[in-house]
């Protein structure tokens, strides 16, 4: 089992950034792609964006396109999501999650983080 550590989360005002961080605990088939959801109190996870080692593949919800990047670091096995133009509506616990494809990952990822939490104010 994949352990994934989250960290980077905070309080920031509207139109801040911030910078997530997820660190794999080793590399496997599992965490070939690696990204994040989030939770917002009340509502359903949903997708933000995900990487997959292979072919740098990036996956974006519609959403975060222009405001969120997701990127890579092989060698520390740490993926990380700069949040840009941030807006009270991207509150939220954000969990790091892993999975061995970009599809599985979208269905039922297998590995999770506990989640940092993202609050930010208007």
């Known amino acids: 089992q994949v352990q994934l550590v989250e960290s980077g989360g905070g309080s920031v005002q509207a139109g801040g950034s911030l910078r997530l961080s997820c660190a794999a605990s080793?590399?496997?088939?599992?965490?070939?792609?690696m990204g994040w959801f989030r939770q917002a109190p009340g509502k359903e996870r949903e997708v933000v964006a995900a990487i997959c080692r292979g072919g740098g593949t990036t996956y974006y919800a519609d959403s975060m396109k222009g405001r969120f990047t997701i990127s890579r670091d092989r060698t520390k096995n740490t993926v990380y999501l700069q949040m840009d133009s941030l807006k009270p509506e991207d509150t939220g616990m954000y969990y790091c999650?892993?999975?061995?494809?970009?599809?599985?990952?979208?269905?039922?990822?297998?590995?999770w983080g506990q989640g940092t939490q993202v609050t930010v104010s208007s």
């Open positions: 080793r590399i496997t088939y599992n965490n070939n792609c």
């Open positions: 999650a892993a999975d061995n494809s970009l599809k599985g990952w979208l269905r039922s990822a297998t590995n």
